[in-house]
């Protein structure tokens, strides 16, 4: 059986803040579905499906979908709530794409979000209630895991620590121009290089910070999609990969199925120039020096020469590469909504209303991703056309 073609018809998110004392968690994903119905100038009667995601355990409570759904108006609808640490968002995205694609529903509602500021668990302590940067130090924590796989690139590519400061400078200068964006700093080197030091080579400013947000999309199948919508965002393609044959961190620091799944679609969508082929770039980096080896990955720079496209100017909203034009994760990272913020952020540039941080000419593909733990990856291929 083939799967219905699918787009999505309209999106929404918060401003996203360090602490969003003024709303509870029900109140904060209900800003993000009243963003996305009007969008998609739908009611909250008209979805027939929704699916939730966060990450519960950075926010230090269990089960919030029982009253984030009657806040939200969507008691007896059918659905469910999704978990998958950091991916979590993604894997709430891809099922409300297999629930739109599998024709049984006609109005799918994917809604995610994180209010780390009520934060009682690891997460939290890390910094969530204390300040706005994550500088919790456990075992296997993002600033330890992203130290490790830094230090390996360096020592691989000849990148050096000016270098990774060149790619925070531009994730905050694309930051500056998103109104929803969390962290608006003004960044130089300098400021950079000289922040306060994590696990070398990790500063503080090379992470993300601790975020209370929401992000919503609503997706269609085709015929609904074309009534709904004058421009929708085509789903080409998805997929979300777990191992992929990828060596495991302990074997190798740069061990990511990211490669390895955008590999899979390219081949799908037969795409064998993505730098060409695809317009913008929304990609999931915790840390501001994983999109180095990320934009390797994803095919936008030959194997460890990425940092040579900082040292030239290359990667920003105007030039040759507009990579994460909304700043990124680095900026905001409302951990469960961050893989859905990428979609909602990729769909904008493909319908041309990203505002100030619009990459120039027509956006005729994008692609978005959600990260995990260890390696983990999810895909996503949109499309302005059929």
């Given at each position: ?10 999106v ?15 109140e ?10 009007a969008?998609a ?18 926010d ?6 029982k009253f ?13 709530e ?6 979590t ?54 600033i ?71 992000a919503?999309?609503?997706v ?7 009534k ?12 979300t ?19 390895y ?35 390797e ?37 409302p ?19 990203a ?25 996503f ?6």
């Open positions: 059986m083939t799967g219905e073609r699918i787009a999505i018809v309209g929404g998110q918060t401003v996203h803040k360090s602490k969003r004392t003024d709303v509870n968690t029900a904060l994903c209900a800003e993000a579905v009243e963003a996305a119905l969008d100038q739908l009611t909250i009667k008209d979805i027939d499906c929704v699916i939730l995601g966060s990450f519960e355990p950075a230090g409570y269990s089960g919030p979908d984030i759904i009657p806040e939200i108006g969507c008691v007896g609808k059918a659905g469910f999704m978990q998958n640490v950091g991916t968002g993604a894997v709430a995205c891809a099922a409300a794409f297999n629930m739109a694609a599998s024709g049984l529903f006609e109005n799918v509602l994917c809604v995610a979000w994180q209010k780390m500021d009520e934060a009682a668990g690891a997460f939290g302590r890390g910094g969530g209630g204390a300040n706005e940067y994550w500088t919790g130090q456990f075992p296997m924590s993002p330890t895991n992203f130290a490790r796989r830094t230090y390996d690139y360096m020592t691989r590519s000849g990148c050096t620590e000016e270098h990774l400061a060149m790619v925070r400078v531009k994730q905050d200068q694309c930051a500056q121009r998103n109104k929803y964006a969390q962290l608006k700093l003004g960044l130089t080197v300098e400021k950079v290089m000289n922040d306060f030091l994590l696990a070398w080579p990790i500063r503080r400013l090379h992470m993300c910070p601790t975020t209370a947000g929401s919503a999309i609503i269609c199948p085709e015929k609904r999609a074309k709904v919508s004058k421009k929708p965002v085509w789903v080409e393609d998805w997929f990969c777990h191992q992929g044959g990828a060596l495991t961190m302990a074997e190798d620091p740069q061990a990511s199925t990211l490669g799944a955008c590999k899979k679609i390219y081949k799908r969508r037969g795409i064998t120039n993505p730098k060409k082929e695809i317009q913008a770039w929304e990609v999931y980096e915790p840390a501001s020096t994983a999109e180095l080896r990320w934009m990955e994803v095919g936008v720079a030959e194997d460890y020469k990425a940092w040579k496209l900082f040292e030239q100017g290359k990667v920003g909203i105007e030039k040759e590469i507009p990579f994460n034009p909304s700043g990124g994760v680095t900026a905001t990272n951990i469960g909504a961050t893989p859905v913020v990428r979609v909602v952020e990729a769909s904008l540039q493909v319908r041309g209303d505002e100030e941080h619009q990459v120039p000419g027509t956006i005729n593909r994008a692609l978005a991703t959600g990260y995990g733990g260890q390696g983990e990856n999810v895909v291929l949109l499309k302005k056309t059929l």
